[in-house]
């Protein structure tokens, strides 16, 4: 057999190996899709989570009613007004000269008069985990306020004319950097990626500076420490307000936490000077940027969204700093301040929607899901040419929606251990908008293992969401077995599940295994398996209905609402701080609380007799008295 006859044919070496890789490349392809569906599965739990812990937090003021029920009825105005009076005193009058550096504080120091250098220095020793001292703290948090009172309730951004034509080295461009949630990784990778603000080099960022992650305190001070040099040096840098700028959900989703770890003995100060910045920062921004046709392009950048009801010249002239938390239903003293909490509520609070209209925000239980009508009918009411939000963690950081007039930015990659990429989006004159992504280093690529790591913490949060909603399941899973079986075919396991929970994205047949107890042989599950080994940590025995079942719901709740007591964060409420709370919730009452009430309250509560209440006391008054 010749040469040329070995070397061709179906059985080749070279066809063999062509055919060999063929195959390894298909089955490559087909494990990577498939983990981009168990992915998808799992950030959408994730995202139902996250939304949830966000309604249990709406849901404080509608727990505190309960326990007030001790008391006396009260409402969320008196709530709201308690918020406003612990960041009202006169601990807020220390300044840094105050505080002195000890000798053996090994951090940097900063001048007092702020400068690129510093602020350099500043990033650089967060990116090294390194703790600022609590006198350039308070620097920084008094400098940054004195800045935000000047500031109006819209930020005004050129991105018209080059100011530096001259220069060519270093383009003009404004970057809108999304939700960071206190991963300042993110924060660093962006200036590394970026460059440091500049005259030319114009930064934007659209709120959620706080909460979850683990170096929240670092991502203020950096952005306040810039948006006080480089905004008043050069207006170059600009901040949004968040839903998570908000007293309320600073408690709840961590950053008192953390504040209270790294500067425990100014931590009341510091959080009430931090509460005093969230509510002075500006609600939105409008960018002016020139296209290529010469024509001026006005891009509303807000945290949240928009609404049927979005009204600029309400914004424009509203007093933002007057509502101290924005969370919950407000009744207001007026119509006008009912709505000016609504708008404001609207812009921090809100989500896009692919379906027309303006509906109630039911994902987050505050705020508006909005159309492509709403905001086609927005935008061109104003004036304006697109819209970009954030407020969403999406997979690639970033989304279009509303035939692209409408971007969502999200730009803490690999959210709360999450397998996401993070995005900005920059604008230049006469140029299209770019979608920059990124990954912080030391994330790594999507691989197996990684995925098996968020699915698992998914399906562990999934199941206590299921455990704290099973009333509501089981009445489902009963409709669906008159006879009471026990038992339910897939699909209408599954059917049940989806109306239950009011959401149509979780792959619960997917998941069947890790969730209930399923026969393949008859195709049935033992649903009511569902609600074992659910992980809860507070269970108590009671005869009062429902009270397992939220206490599941609202154990977090239950710290931080403990936590809003407990003035001086000792670990215990004692009498003083439980008395000032009952004044003030009853201030306004036609009948005031006696100071023999309260103390008798306290007592009832003070199961071991030594004048305070621990966290165990005040969750078992929950039960006994609810």
Same mark, same amino acid.
């Given at each position: 057999?010749?040469? @040329?006859?070995?070397?061709?044919? #179906?059985?080749?070496?070279?066809?063999? #190996?062509?055919?060999?890789?063929?195959? *390894?490349?298909?089955?490559?392809?087909?494990?990577?899709?498939?983990?981009?569906?168990?992915?998808?599965? #799992?950030?959408?739990?994730?995202?139902?989570? /996250?939304?949830?812990?966000?309604?249990?937090?709406?849901? +404080?003021?509608? &727990?505190?009613?309960?326990?007030?029920?001790?008391?006396?009825?009260?409402?969320?105005?008196?709530?709201?007004?308690?918020?406003?009076?612990?960041?009202?005193?006169?601990?807020?009058? *220390?300044?840094?000269?105050?505080?002195?550096?000890? @000798?053996?504080?090994?951090?940097?120091?900063? @001048?007092?008069?702020?400068?690129?250098?510093? &602020? /350099?220095?500043?990033?650089n020793s967060f990116r090294n985990e390194q703790i600022l001292h609590t006198r350039y703290v308070i620097m920084i948090l008094n400098r940054a306020i004195d800045y935000l009172k000047s500031l109006p309730n819209i930020n005004e951004i050129n991105c018209i004319e080059d100011p530096e034509p001259e220069d060519k080295d270093n383009e003009f461009k404004v970057n809108v950097v999304g939700d960071l949630h206190g991963q300042f990784i993110d924060l660093y990778t962006i200036f590394d990626l970026n460059g440091f603000p500049s005259k030319k080099n114009i930064y934007l960022f659209n709120g959620d500076f706080v909460d979850r992650g683990a170096q929240q305190c670092e991502v203020l001070l950096t952005l306040l420490y810039g948006l006080v040099f480089y905004g008043g040096k050069y207006n170059s840098f600009f901040l949004?307000?968040?839903?998570?700028?908000?007293?309320?959900?600073?408690?709840? &989703?961590?950053?008192?936490?953390?504040?209270?770890?790294?500067?425990?003995?100014? @931590?009341?100060?510091?959080?009430?000077?931090? #509460?005093?910045?969230?509510?002075?920062?500006?609600?939105?921004?409008?960018?002016?940027?020139?296209?290529?046709?010469?024509? *001026?392009?006005?891009?509303?950048?807000?945290?949240?969204?928009?609404?049927?009801?979005?009204? +600029?010249? +309400?914004?424009?002239?509203?007093?933002?700093?007057?509502?101290?938390?924005l969370d919950g239903i407000y009744s207001g003293s007026t119509e006008k301040e009912r709505r000016e909490k609504q708008q404001m509520q609207d812009l921090l609070w809100s989500d896009p929607q692919s379906s027309l209209g303006c509906t109630f925000n039911r994902q987050r239980h505050i705020a508006k899901q909005f159309g492509p009508d709403v905001t086609e009918t927005i935008l061109e009411k104003y004036g304006i040419s697109l819209l970009i939000r954030s407020h969403e963690c999406k997979v690639e950081g970033y989304e279009f929606h509303h035939n692209n007039k409408c971007i969502t930015i999200f730009s803490a990659s690999n959210y709360c251990g999450g397998i996401n990429k993070g995005s900005i989006c920059i604008i230049r004159p006469r140029q299209k908008l770019e979608i920059k992504q990124f990954i912080a280093p030391g994330s790594g690529e999507l691989d197996k293992h990684r995925v098996e790591l968020f699915e698992a913490k998914a399906i562990r949060g999934l199941k206590r969401l299921v455990y704290a909603n099973r009333s509501n399941i089981r009445e489902h899973f009963k409709k669906l077995d008159p006879k009471n079986t026990g038992y339910l075919c897939l699909s209408d396991w599954s059917m049940a599940l989806t109306k239950a929970m009011g959401v149509e994205k979780i792959p619960w047949l997917r998941y069947r295994g890790k969730l209930v107890d399923f026969n393949p042989k008859k195709n049935l599950v033992k649903y009511e398996t569902m609600f074992d080994n659910c992980d809860i940590l507070y269970t108590f025995t009671t005869e009062h209905k429902d009270i397992n079942e939220a206490l599941a719901r609202y154990k977090d709740t239950l710290v931080a609402l403990f936590?809003? *007591?407990?003035?001086?964060?000792?670990?215990?409420?004692?009498?003083?701080?439980f008395a000032n709370a009952c004044k003030i919730i009853f201030l306004d009452q036609n009948e005031a609380i006696s100071d023999e009430a309260i103390k008798s309250m306290i007592e009832a509560m003070d199961t071991n007799k030594d004048g305070k209440i621990d966290l165990a006391e005040f969750t078992q008054a929950f039960v006994i008295y609810t």
């Open positions: 057999m010749s040469s @040329s006859g070995r070397n061709s044919g #179906a059985n080749s070496p070279l066809s063999f #190996a062509d055919k060999a890789a063929e195959t *390894i490349q298909k089955n490559f392809r087909g494990f990577k899709d498939r983990l981009k569906v168990r992915e998808k599965a #799992a950030f959408n739990i994730q995202q139902l989570i /996250e939304y949830s812990e966000e309604q249990d937090h709406l849901n +404080l003021n509608k &727990f505190f009613l309960r326990w007030i029920k001790l008391i006396k009825h009260t409402d969320n105005e008196e709530i709201n007004r308690y918020i406003s009076s612990s960041i009202q005193d006169d601990f807020m009058k *220390i300044g840094e000269s105050d505080i002195k550096i000890e @000798s053996n504080y090994t951090g940097i120091h900063l @001048s007092e008069e702020f400068n690129q250098d510093d &602020f /350099e220095k500043l990033v949004n307000r968040g839903n998570h700028e908000d007293y309320g959900c600073s408690v709840r &989703f961590g950053f008192k936490e953390e504040v209270m770890t790294k500067y425990c003995l100014y @931590s009341k100060l510091l959080m009430k000077k931090c #509460a005093q910045v969230f509510v002075l920062l500006p609600l939105m921004s409008m960018v002016y940027q020139k296209n290529n046709k010469h024509q *001026i392009n006005r891009i509303l950048v807000v945290h949240g969204g928009i609404s049927k009801d979005t009204d +600029l010249n +309400l914004i424009m002239s509203l007093e933002r700093s007057k509502f101290p938390s936590n809003l *007591i407990d003035d001086n964060h000792s670990g215990t409420i004692n009498l003083q701080e």
